[in-house]
């Protein structure tokens, strides 16, 4: 794979882990091009819309195929004769894969050309997920193996995706693009169920619907291959010029794990991926042993079960996750000037809001299913507050030429401590208290998934800490972008220098570097 070709005019970011690079505002302000020097944008505006929607509708199928398994988990159940725990580890393998190689899809797309990458993992995950359908009733392995390598694509497309949005917009623009790709989280986990229920309750056959999202992929892998740029990094920020960097990835993770904002914005990720992820993989099973214990419905004892809830679950889902979604939005953009730390402070809010709605839902579930779709219903709309935003904040703190790197790392640290293990641990519970209380099939789920909103109050207070230094290390990314380094306070440093470079590094009359 050969790296990207150098771009002309391009500003190159030393390799150092720190932000700290002296004091010479006025010398490095005389090298950036003046305005009427700076090159149109690389990409036209047409285009940009153009590959977001691509990417968009990739994204939308991205996770219609990852909750799909969960919109049809009882006739898997059924199919194979498994228990909680067991059907749980579907989704942690692949959860599991997802995380191990998203380091290496971000040190890629920070140096390669990240659309070729893209094209690679989709065609993997579009070919596993096809060929998980055809598994037999002694094959559970199979079905486990395959939806390990499914991780693959979905950790290649996860991890750049974002990055290639930031380098096409920028400011109020970007806020509105990475809202819109992330409102397809919750749009493709609803139509997930709705889709695998409605297929599976069509056909009579839960594998059916396991080759919708493959087959409609395919035809996003072709919008991909020739809809979608691959924009110069930090192109939005430089009017088309982009930004290069020469540094080890040991510094790459470095400079993140320097960068407080991003470090404890990772952790609310984290907790915020605990929650959703057992919720998402749980809660129509839930609802299901909910109308048994109520006597509306018998249990289900052959496939294919009554997928109501499937239903249900999808259609809020969908609708939680638009209202959601935008309103956290528009409060970003409404109170982001006025109050800098504004996006923390509203995944901190939407966090801890939802913690008494799903204590509610669950509770009640035993008594009034209208009333546990109710609660789920505002706990669902206070989660979603935090997707668009969670993931603003780390464009913006963190410079284009780590963005994958950054990506990626958040990925690996939200999924193995959040929903790689949440939906077995649940599941774990529920089978441990169902030991000792066999009649408790319902009950048992329930008390597990208290486990959830106990983590989305950790969630609440991790943003809180991301709220107390997400000004300085935006304000120190913007002006390392923009060509002028942070004030750096007196005292001798061991930071190496920022270069300056037109990218053609064989002239040393156009290589400018200011020592600290």
């Known amino acids: 794979m050969e790296p990207d070709g150098p771009i002309p005019r391009t500003w190159s970011v030393g390799s150092g882990s720190g932000l700290h690079y002296g004091s010479f505002v006025n010398s490095l302000s005389s090298l950036t091009p003046k305005e009427e020097e700076k090159e149109k944008p690389a990409i036209s505006p047409r285009r940009a819309y153009i590959a977001v929607a691509v990417l968009c509708y990739i994204n939308l199928l991205n996770y219609m195929e990852r909750y799909t398994i969960a919109g049809v988990l009882p006739n898997i159940q059924k199919f194979f004769d498994i228990s909680d725990s067991i059907s749980a580890l579907i989704q942690t393998v692949f959860i599991c894969s997802f995380l191990l190689l998203a380091p290496l899809f971000g040190y890629l797309g920070d140096r390669y050309n990240r659309k070729y990458i893209m094209i690679g993992g989709i065609s993997v995950w579009l070919a596993t997920a096809a060929g998980s359908s055809f598994v037999t009733q002694s094959q559970f392995w199979l079905l486990m193996l395959l939806r390990a390598m499914v991780g693959v694509g979905e950790a290649s497309y996860s991890t750049i995706a974002p990055t290639i949005i930031g380098d096409l917009?920028?400011?109020?623009?970007?806020?509105?693009?990475?809202?819109?790709?992330?409102?397809?989280?919750?749009?493709?986990?609803?139509?997930?169920?709705?889709?695998?229920?409605?297929v599976a309750t069509l056909t009579g056959d839960w594998r059916w619907a396991l080759r919708v999202t493959p087959i409609l992929g395919a035809v996003g892998l072709v919008l991909l291959f020739f809809l979608c740029p691959n924009p110069p990094r930090g192109a939005a920020e430089t009017h088309g010029e982009g930004v290069t960097g020469e540094s080890t990835y040991l510094e790459d993770i470095k400079y993140l794990l320097k960068t407080r904002s991003y470090v404890w914005s990772s952790l609310g990720v984290t907790a915020t991926a605990f929650l959703t992820g057992a919720l998402a993989f749980w809660t129509p099973t839930l609802l299901s042993r909910a109308r048994v214990s109520q006597g509306l419905q018998p249990a289900c004892i052959k496939e294919p079960c009554n997928p109501i809830d499937s239903y249900i679950f999808g259609a809020v889902t969908v609708v939680t996750g638009i209202l959601g979604g935008s309103l956290g939005s528009v409060l970003s953009r409404r109170f982001r000037d006025k109050f800098p730390n504004a996006d923390p402070l509203i995944c901190a809010i939407g966090l801890l809001g939802s913690a008494?709605?799903?204590?509610?839902?669950?509770?009640?579930?035993?008594?009034?299913?209208?009333?546990?779709?109710?609660?789920?219903?505002?706990?669902?709309?206070?989660?979603?507050?935090?997707?668009?935003?969670?993931a603003d904040i780390l464009l913006y703190v963190v410079i284009p030429t780590r963005r994958a790197t950054a990506e990626a790392l958040q990925i690996s640290v939200c999924h193995l401590l959040g929903d790689a293990g949440s939906p077995y641990l649940v599941g774990a519970i529920s089978d441990a208290i169902q030991q000792s209380k066999p009649d408790w099939t319902f009950r048992s789920l329930k008390y597990s998934l208290l486990l959830c909103p106990t983590v989305g109050l950790l969630g609440g207070l991790f943003f809180i800490m991301t709220s107390r230094y997400i000004t300085e290390d935006r304000e120190a990314a913007t002006q390392l972008v923009g060509g002028v380094p942070p004030p750096q306070p007196q005292g001798p440093t061991s930071e190496p220098p920022i270069e300056l470079s037109n990218g053609n590094k064989s002239n040393d009359a156009n290589n400018l570097s200011v020592k600290t």
């Open 169 to 198: 917009f920028v400011g109020s623009k970007r806020s509105v693009m990475i809202c819109v790709f992330y409102l397809f989280i919750p749009i493709g986990s609803g139509l997930g169920y709705v889709t695998g229920a409605g």
């Open 356 to 390: 008494p709605c799903l204590f509610a839902s669950l509770f009640v579930a035993s008594s009034s299913i209208a009333a546990t779709y109710v609660f789920i219903f505002f706990g669902e709309i206070l989660i979603s507050l935090n997707w668009a935003v969670m």
